[in-house]
């Protein structure tokens, strides 16, 4: 009768808005992970025929640090987002546990590289492209990420609608 009454107590909705906002808050970081070697970035992106000769002059950490750093940044945002999932949670008398799948859901799609980032990318790294250099490219990305994830936990509208009430305008 336990389990019956835990399974009634999920919401899909809250899951799929937590999924959401963790996504941007994974991608947020993780951009900003690149501004650990904004140089190493400049090279790999704009690279051409002395991209090569460039890359093989540089250090072994200088590799690591960016694939590496990335990676640690966006696991930090993912969480981060749990934390402040499991805050609105508490604060809106949410149960816990929706939060937790949110949580298991992104981190296992990370997991196995499945959360479409390579697509949407193109899309969600344009606006920073009005600037050439390299470290404002990246924080405008970064920031634009961070702040659709902080409007999507956020957002008075997307609250209600977790908690099943009418969306008014």
């Known amino acids: 009768m336990k389990f019956r009454s835990t399974i009634q107590r999920l919401n899909w909705r809250q899951i799929l808005i937590h999924c959401i906002a963790s996504w941007f808050f994974i991608f947020a970081f993780q951009t900003f992970g690149y501004l650990q070697n904004p140089k190493m970035i400049d090279l790999v992106i704009n690279g051409n025929e002395k991209t090569k000769e ?42 816990w546990s929706n939060s937790l799948l949110a949580f298991l859901i992104i981190y296992v799609l990370r997991w196995f590289d499945v959360l ?7 899309f969600f790294l344009t606006p920073g492209l009005v600037f050439k250099n390299i470290s ?16 999507t936990f956020f957002n008075n509208r997307l609250q209600k609608f977790i908690s099943n009430d009418r969306i008014s305008e």
């Open 54 to 95: 460039l890359l093989n002059n540089r250090s072994a950490e200088d590799v690591l640090n960016i694939s590496l750093y990335p990676i640690i940044m966006g696991t930090f945002g993912l969480i981060l987002a749990f934390i402040i999932s499991l805050l609105i949670s508490k604060k809106h008398h949410w149960f």
């Open 116 to 122: 479409g980032w390579p697509i949407l990318k193109i």
């Open 136 to 151: 404002l490219y990246l924080i405008t990305n970064a920031t634009i990420l961070l702040l659709l994830g902080i409007f």
